[in-house]
């Protein structure tokens, strides 16, 4: 039932700026944490940054200073503004929110993915 759905993916030139959106849908009873993660080609997943309920982020060294994440509690969206990308950030972004569903009997937060989107970085 509940879903997380990426947008705003796409080419970029080093320099250029790209935000990225993720909105979850579907019952939700309440969302604590959400983050964005990447994977690039022949890598392992790696966290880009996290943001709490109440507005607390953290963050990758490596994006640190050029990256922001946001996020809207009333759409249940999370955000990722990417500032001077550089080509060592082209990778698929993955959405991940911890959730609790608005469900009779499920009491607990549990992770909750989306599909990913690719974004590549190149003049």
């Known amino acids: 039932q509940v879903q997380l759905v990426e947008s705003g993916g796409g080419l970029v030139q080093p320099g250029g700026s790209l935000r990225l959106s993720c909105a979850a849908s579907?019952?939700?009873?309440?969302?604590?944490?959400m983050a964005w993660y990447r994977q690039a080609p022949g890598k392992q997943r790696e966290l880009v940054a996290a943001i709490t309920s109440s507005g607390s982020t953290n963050y990758a060294d490596s994006v640190k200073g050029r990256f922001t994440i946001s996020r809207d509690n009333a759409k249940n969206t999370v955000y990722l503004r990417m500032n001077s990308p550089k080509p060592e950030d082209t990778a698929v972004y993955y959405c991940?929110?911890?959730?609790?569903?608005?469900?009779?009997?499920?009491?607990?937060?549990?992770?909750?993915w989306g599909q990913g989107t690719q974004v590549t970085v190149s003049s």
């Open positions: 579907g019952s939700i009873f309440s969302i604590n944490t």
């Open positions: 991940n929110a911890n959730i609790r569903p608005g469900v009779a009997g499920i009491l607990r937060y549990r992770d909750y």
